[in-house]
């Protein structure tokens, strides 16, 4: 089975484009040796990712990023299991509002239903501000 799990957070005071770059990047590069994949997406104060792999692996990750200086309260919103990845290829993608292709697919991925709300009302808040 496949863990996956959707976290919200806040950004830090004074986090730009370029911190936010640096974190996909550098989660893109770590991702693979930990077997974890998903998306980050970031609407210039708030971050909403998703991530697949072991139990284990999200987890270690989750206590990574409570200790991450650049964002907080971090909070878990939904959970799920299945037998496959949704986003195999994806080490770790970033999903804003110019990636039109990558938000197309996470649309027509089978996430759960919760899971799904979620990023919805995160990009209908996006859109708002």
Not at 49 to 78: F, I, K, M, T, W
Not at 106 to 118: D, F, K, Y
Request: glycine content about 6%; charged content about 30%.
């Amino acid at each position: 089975m496949i863990a996956s799990l959707l976290y919200a957070s806040t950004a830090a005071e004074g986090l730009d484009s370029a911190d936010v770059f640096k974190i996909v990047e550098d989660s893109s590069r770590r991702n693979p040796a930990r077997d974890v994949t998903g998306f980050l997406i970031f609407d210039g104060s708030q971050f909403l990712q998703y991530v697949e792999g072991p139990q284990e692996a999200l987890d270690g990750l989750l206590d990574v990023l409570n200790h991450d200086r650049r964002h907080h309260s971090v909070r878990v919103l939904h959970r799920a299991e299945s037998e496959q990845r949704l986003f195999p290829r994806w080490a770790m993608r970033r999903a804003g509002a110019t990636a039109e292709q990558e938000l197309d697919t996470i649309r027509t991925a089978r996430l759960p239903v919760g899971m799904m709300a979620e990023i919805d009302r995160f990009g209908t808040r996006r859109r708002a501000a």
